[in-house]
C-alpha cells in the first residue's frame, strides 16, 4: 500500500538555526498538509497545500514557517529559526482530494528536537 | 480552546470485551467526524468515518455512534484484540461553512490486555 515517507525521523538543532523536514506524499494525492504534535499534546494542524500554494494555514503557522515543493515529489516544511517551543513530532499528511470523505493519510513523522 | 475533548487520556479493557471510546464536540458546524489510531512511533492511521446526516457506522468490529444533539460520538471495538493497543484520536471537520480540515483531540489511550 503507498504510503507518506518523512525524513528524518529525529532532527537534533541548535535554536535559532533553520531546519527543514522532508515529506513524500502519495504518488496520486494532490493536497497536502503538515501537522505537529507536541509531547503529551493533541495534534494540530500548521498548514495545508495544493496546486503550489498555501490553501489554508492555522495561527501557529506563522512568518518563521514556510512550505515548498520542490520538485514533483518532495514538500517541505522549513522553519526559519527555531525555539525551543518548537520541540514537537511533525507529520506530513496528504489525501486525494481536499474534502471531508477524505481521509488524510499520515507519514511516521519528524521529532524536531530543538537544543 | 478544545472543540473537541477526549475526557479519558487512557482506558484499559480484557481481551476479548467491549472497548467505548468517547468523543465531545463543542462546533456545531462540525458535519464529519473521523477515528484514527496511533502507534508509537508511528503516523496516525485513518479507522473510520461518520457523516452527521447518520447516526451509526459499521466496519467490521469498529462501530461509530454519533449523538448530534448531544455533541458524543463514541467509538466501540467489539471484541476487543491486544493488537487494538494504541492511542485512539477522534477528529471533527465541517465542509458547510468551516473547513474540512480536522480538528483533533488529545487522544485515549486503550490497553487491552492479553
Known amino acids: 500500500e503507498p504510503e507518506v515517507t518523512q525524513t528524518p525521523s529525529h532532527q537534533v538543532t541548535q535554536m535559532g538555526q533553520e531546519v527543514i523536514l522532508r515529506c513524500v506524499p502519495i504518488?496520486?494525492?494532490?493536497?497536502f498538509y503538515w501537522y505537529r504534535q507536541i509531547l503529551g499534546q493533541k495534534v494540530e494542524f500548521l498548514v495545508s497545500?495544493?496546486?503550489?500554494?498555501?490553501?489554508?494555514k492555522s495561527e501557529i503557522f506563522d512568518d518563521q514557517f514556510s512550505v515548498e515543493r520542490p520538485d514533483g515529489s518532495n514538500f517541505t516544511l522549513k522553519i526559519r529559526s527555531t525555539k525551543l517551543e518548537d520541540s514537537a513530532m511533525y507529520f506530513c499528511?496528504?489525501?486525494?482530494?481536499?474534502?471531508?470523505?477524505?481521509?488524510?493519510?499520515f507519514g511516521d513523522g519528524t521529532r524536531l528536537s530543538i537544543l | 480552546d478544545q472543540q473537541v475533548k477526549q475526557n479519558s487520556p487512557s482506558l484499559s479493557v480484557q481481551e476479548g470485551r467491549i472497548s467505548i471510546l468517547n468523543c465531545d464536540y463543542t462546533?456545531?458546524?462540525?458535519?464529519?467526524f473521523l477515528w484514527y489510531k496511533k502507534y508509537p512511533a508511528e503516523g496516525p492511521t485513518f479507522l473510520i468515518s461518520i457523516s452527521s446526516i447518520k447516526d451509526k457506522n459499521e466496519d467490521g468490529r469498529f462501530t461509530v455512534f454519533l449523538n448530534k444533539s448531544a455533541k458524543h460520538l463514541s467509538l466501540h471495538i467489539v471484541p476487543s484484540q491486544p493488537g487494538d493497543s494504541a492511542v485512539y484520536f477522534c477528529a471533527a471537520s465541517g465542509a458547510s461553512g468551516g473547513s474540512y480540515i480536522p480538528t483533533f483531540g488529545r487522544g485515549t489511550s486503550l490497553i487491552v490486555h492479553p
Open positions: 499528511a496528504s489525501s486525494e482530494l481536499g474534502r471531508n470523505n477524505q481521509p488524510q493519510h
Open positions: 504518488s496520486n494525492h494532490l493536497y
Open positions: 462546533n456545531s458546524m462540525f458535519d464529519y
Open positions: 497545500f495544493y496546486n503550489n500554494e498555501i490553501s489554508e
